[in-house]
């Protein structure tokens, strides 16, 4: 597949690696409702913005550029993580 600029939808370069404007790890994504179903429709790879205000600027644009659909502010409100246990020393053993 030759690529003429044009890339596979939810292709990213490099996801590791912030977009313009983005903020990894900022926690507030605008995301569309689906017209049917009213279900949230992320792509693969969200933007992320770095602040709430940024958002909802965002929000706004996509909706005045397309009229009719719903864009909803999302935040992150919460984050658990467990660290993985110890290698024990049976296992360090052998």
Known sequence: MQDNGQHQRG???????????????GGFFVFRRGEETGRIRPSQWPFEYATLPEAIAEAERLAIAYP?????????VHTAR??????????EAA
């Open 11 to 25: 292709f990213l370069k490099n996801p590791r690696l912030p977009r313009k404007g983005e903020t990894i790890g």
């Open 82 to 91: 467990a660290e993985k246990p110890a290698a024990s020393s049976e296992a």
């Open 68 to 76: 009719g659909f719903d864009f909803i502010v999302v935040g992150e």
